[in-house]
T-cell receptor, first 115, second 112 residues
């Protein structure tokens, strides 16, 4: 079974703190994604990576950065957390389009609260 | 931009009954996938069912089936013989290339 593991299920941080959210997948997927999930807004793409050291901005990249030094690991960084970044963060991975069926595999999510 | 619309924020169904969740999408692509994902209260999103746009036959997975109307850009999910474990948030999604587009979700309650 594909496993996507997010390092923290629940985090509480202070405004201005630097926050790292880690995601590891064990299926050798090329693509990895970070989404933000808010009630009534669905899933919004923050960043997407299609290969090591490669990244593309999604719909809401402001206030976030990412790092992909190894194929299996994709990190989301909040350089200076703000209260409006309180949310559920979902990591996902997939094979590239054209390979298999393009299905996304999700982690369990990281619930971040910024005080 | 591609959009996916779920017009029913909340739905409820009696246990053992059938419920249909609606989804419409907008894309100019000819080659794409459509998905329904389920997010139970434990929060991990899992795939329920998948439809390739080039296939005319509607996908079916046990109690879950879709009604794919390509011309109308409609992709509804039917859950038959609803069970308590079906209670979850359901997201419709459209995939083109490496990009995925999600609806805002429908929260399904199953009434015992």
């Amino acid at each position: 079974d594909v496993k996507v593991t997010q390092s923290s299920r629940y985090l509480v941080k202070r405004t201005g703190e630097k926050v790292f959210l880690e995601c590891v997948q064990d299926m050798d997927h090329e693509n990895m994604f970070w989404y933000r999930q808010d009630p009534g807004l669905g899933l919004r793409l923050i960043y997407f990576s299609y290969d090591v050291k490669m990244k593309e901005k999604g719909d809401i990249p402001e206030g976030y950065s990412v790092s992909r030094e190894k194929k299996e690991r994709f990190s989301l960084i909040l350089e200076s957390a703000s209260t409006n970044q309180t949310s559920m963060y979902l990591c996902a991975s997939s094979f590239p389009s054209g390979a298999f069926t393009g299905e996304l595999f999700f982690g369990e999510g990281s619930r971040l609260t910024v005080l | 931009a591609q959009t996916v619309t779920q017009s029913q924020p909340e739905m409820s169904v009696q246990e053992a009954e059938t419920v249909t969740l609606s989804c419409t999408y907008d894309t100019s692509e000819s080659d794409y996938y459509l998905f329904w994902y389920k997010q139970p209260p434990s929060r991990q999103m899992i795939l329920v069912i998948r439809q390739e746009a080039y296939k005319q036959q509607n996908a079916t997975e046990n109690r879950f089936s879709v009604n794919f109307q390509k011309a109308a850009k409609s992709f509804s999910l039917k859950i038959s013989d609803s069970q308590l474990g079906d209670a979850a948030m359901y997201f419709c999604a459209n995939s083109t290339g490496n990009q995925f587009y999600f609806g805002t979700g429908t929260s399904l309650t199953v009434i015992p």
